[in-house]
């Protein structure tokens, strides 16, 4: 059985740094691409992040602010989170193909 559990969320000001951890089991965890998605309040869930064996990908609203690792020795996917901005607050799920965390809430304000 797929698990994913997401950690790491909480209230930071603008400009500040959280890093989002999930761990993952279930499932051969170093053959799967992982991914980070979000959602605001009042809006659809969006890609963040993507990591394959090899390569990481970034949506564009996130490029150059959040970095994608993971730890295929302890089963967990990271997403260091940089320069926040208040337009960066939602909810952030962990996802493995058809299978989702239960979120952790971010929240940039001051």
């Known amino acids: 059985q797929v698990q994913l559990v997401e950690t790491g969320g909480g209230l930071v000001q603008p400009g500040g740094t959280l890093r989002l951890s999930c761990a993952a089991s279930?499932?051969?965890?170093?053959?799967?691409?992982m991914r980070w998605y979000r959602q605001a309040r009042g809006k659809e869930r969006e890609w963040v992040a993507s990591?394959?064996?090899?390569?990481?990908y970034y949506a564009d609203s996130v490029k150059g602010r959040f970095t994608i690792s993971r730890d295929n020795v302890k089963n967990m996917v990271y997403l260091e989170m940089n320069s926040l901005k208040p337009e960066d607050t939602a909810v952030y799920y962990c996802n493995r193909a058809d299978s989702w965390g239960q979120g952790t809430q971010v929240i940039v304000s001051s």
């Open positions: 279930g499932f051969t965890f170093r053959s799967y691409t």
């Open positions: 990591i394959s064996r090899y390569d990481t």
